[in-house]
């Protein structure tokens, strides 16, 4: 079955490894608003973890089964709850993890070879298609030792657009959401990116639903941003706060 893709560039929500520059200013006293703005939200998302890399493939640390059963436990805690309060948003699901050994990530990645790994293994049946499981993510795991080119961000998300062709009857076309997040070695500093970049895909998929105005970094001002410096353990598993507008603070849901 032909298929032919196209990629509509975005810079999506991203989480910094220095601290707060990508929120508010540490000591401007500046107090984070948020508000919905209508567009799509992912009210039940279903996550694909993808780890990339032959380093995933039984010798990585952490293992991708750590992060995997880390993953699920995030999703199966009341660390999502709170965010109901943004357009009634529940709980997200793992839909699945894949291990990607047959190819390794440059040492610096770019936000398109992201998307073009990611339309290879739609292309190859590894994943599912974007349109075949309801609010699909696609989470994509970086090895040990890997960066973006922007050696500043240690996670991001966005979307590109999938068309799939299928001849003589037609095509599909769907938004393929992703996010990518690196791995310093530990398992902490995987869930915290991870989680960070959770809460922000399912609020604001497309920069267009729930964003603020008070982060002072380039990208899409989300939930995740004003609380980098914040985290906690929820079931065992360290997890980053986020913006909760009706307590007006950084929450934790879950977290002792």
Request: proline share 7%.
């Amino acid at each position: 079955m032909p298929k032919l893709q196209v990629r509509l560039p975005r810079i999506g929500g991203r989480v910094t490894g220095g601290g707060p520059d990508a929120g508010v200013s540490a000591g401007s006293g500046t107090t984070p608003t948020f508000s919905d703005h209508g567009g799509p939200v992912l009210d039940h998302a279903q996550l694909q973890l993808i780890f990339w890399g032959g380093a995933w493939d039984g010798v990585a640390t952490p293992a991708a089964a750590e992060v995997t059963d880390a993953v699920r436990a995030i999703l199966g805690s009341p660390y999502m709850s709170g965010l109901a309060e943004y357009r009634g948003i529940g709980p997200a699901a793992l839909h699945g993890s894949f291990v990607a050994s047959g190819s390794d990530p440059p040492q610096l990645f770019s936000n398109d070879q992201v998307a073009t790994f990611l339309k290879g293994l739609i292309q190859g049946g590894s994943v599912p298609e974007p349109d075949e499981v309801s609010q699909l993510v696609y989470v994509v795991v970086m090895p040990p030792g890997v960066s973006h080119q922007d050696q500043s961000l240690i996670g991001e998300h966005s979307y590109f657009w999938y068309w799939d062709v299928d001849l003589p009857l037609g095509f599909d076309v769907a938004r393929a959401h992703y996010a990518w997040v690196t791995c310093d070695g530990t398992l902490d500093s995987v869930t915290t990116i991870l989680s960070h970049e959770l809460v922000e895909v399912v609020t604001d998929p497309e920069g267009s639903a729930v964003t603020g105005s008070s982060c002072s970094a380039a990208g899409w001002c989300e939930i995740g941003d004003v609380c980098e410096s914040s985290t906690g353990s929820v079931r065992g598993v360290t997890v980053q706060a986020y913006w909760s507008e009706l307590a007006s603070a950084c929450v934790i849901p879950g977290s002792p």
